[in-house]
């Protein structure tokens, strides 16, 4: 395979991926913009909206473990 078929087939992976952390990430933005009460509030509200899987994940193993 010539080099650049194998870089041709690497840059295809993870468009529904992509297409759900983005939702995700408007949907948080959204959530925790609505909820904030002034700036540092608003300031953490999107540092929280760019980690928002680790806090599903986190709730979601707290839920099953319960």
């Not at 990430?25 to 999107?46: K, N, T």
Request: hydrophobic fraction near 45%.
């Amino acid at each position: 395979m010539e080099e650049t078929d194998r870089n041709r087939c690497r840059g295809r992976r993870g468009g529904a991926g992509d297409a759900v952390y983005g939702l995700g990430l408007i949907g948080a933005l959204v959530y925790y913009i609505q909820d904030a009460d002034g700036f540092w509030s608003l300031i953490l509200g999107i540092l929280k909206s760019l980690v928002w899987p680790a806090f599903l994940a986190y709730h979601l193993l707290k839920f099953l473990s319960a």
